[in-house]
């Protein structure tokens, strides 16, 4: 490209991008990736999970929020796209990592590389990186955009000229017992009631928040998340895991300006909550112990999981740990450990077309025979027979 005389040279500008902001630059031409530029050094490329959906993305720059909280902006100048990142408000955990390595398809000595060059990553605010794409886009495309045009601004809404009806008795009492049947669905992990209340849930005043009609929905979502957070944790997730939770689901709606699009954040910050909780619930599990044992299970799913380190993580000797764990639930922790590995290889086997190799890896097996043993004893049957007799 050639502003006047002189010749912009866009991989040099992605370059020194990917170099002063410590996320992955790509230049795609035509669609097909050319180069990529990263300090960190990536086996496989996070970006290949969802490579289509950001090229079809329309406009000269747009935002995209994975599953998992990463966001990328993506800049387009004419048939070029540059893509960056991906980056997150805050780190993604273990366990998180291990499971996109996995869907990734990152080889087993290369699993450990892919998670330190993750973690190498900087974490930063989506606008952060969209501030710096505004000013690549200007020498591009010669146009100037604000943050407000991409993260989005709360235009068209004319504050209301008197003022707000303070809400009334009766529905100040609708919002808290909406409110109340929400949390305990949450903390009950009762899926099939949430959806129940979903698909008939009644109007709530949710009181005045803000003058502004989008801040008002967002300070709304932060006031529900909170509450979330605190009943999926008193359901018996794990605190930390929870609360970043809350963090990432912050996060997003603050970079969200559509009506829409924040009602339905909404409900799936609930749903994703009571989806956690209920799978912390399966099987009428809900002594505390046996709840605070399943949550370290399902966050060191990829890990060779020993009494000790569950211990550990409860401030419980050994001895006391599985003595009691088994007055509890009536069965050893060690079998428990193992079911937990069992049903999420189940899911796997019958969901992807992952290799009974790389899913006993990413259960933490030492090899695939002992996955296959184990499995064998819980099912009856083996892996390859299993995925088989369910395709």
Sequence with gaps: ?????????????????????????????????????????????????????????????????TDDFHYYVVLRHEETRIVFGPSRICPLGD?????????????????????????SMVTMPLQSIVQSVLMLNYVLNDEKLALADI?????????PRAEPETPSLESFNNSMATEEKVMTIIRRGDVDALEGFVQHAPAVNSGILAREHVRQLRNTFIVTTTLACRAAIQGGMDGREAFALSDAYIQRCETTSDVGSLANLSITM????????????????????????????????????RTEDVAKSLFLSRSHLSTK?????????????????????????????????SIALYLGFSSQSHFTR??????????????????
Excluded: C, W
């Design 151 to 159: 993260i989005g601004a709360d235009e068209g809404f004319q504050p």
């Design 95 to 119: 366990q998180g990592l291990k499971e996109m390595a996995f869907r990734l398809g990152v080889l087993k000595d290369e699993v450990g590389e892919f998670m330190e060059a993750m973690k």
């Design 374 to 391: 184990v499995f064998q004893s819980f099912e009856g049957i083996s892996p390859s027979a299993y995925r088989a007799k369910r395709t």
């Design 1 to 65: 490209m050639t502003i006047g005389q002189k010749k912009i040279d866009i991989p040099y500008l992605a370059e020194t991008m990917a170099n002063l902001m410590g996320i992955p630059v790509r230049i795609y031409r035509n669609g097909i990736r050319a180069v990529t530029f990263s300090l960190a050094r990536l086996p496989k490329d996070p970006v290949d999970l969802i490579e289509e959906e950001l090229l079809s993305l329309e406009g000269n720059i747009r935002s995209y929020y």
């Design 270 to 305: 609930i749903r994703d909550y009571t989806g956690r909780v209920h799978r912390l619930r399966q099987d009428g599990v809900d002594g505390t112990l046996a709840l605070q044992v399943r949550s370290y299970v399902l966050s060191h799913l990829s890990e060779p999981i």
């Design 325 to 357: 764990f088994r007055e509890e639930t009536g069965t050893s922790l060690h079998s428990f450990i193992q079911r937990e590995k069992m049903r999420e290889a189940e899911h796997l086997l019958k969901k992807t077309d992952s290799p009974i190799a």
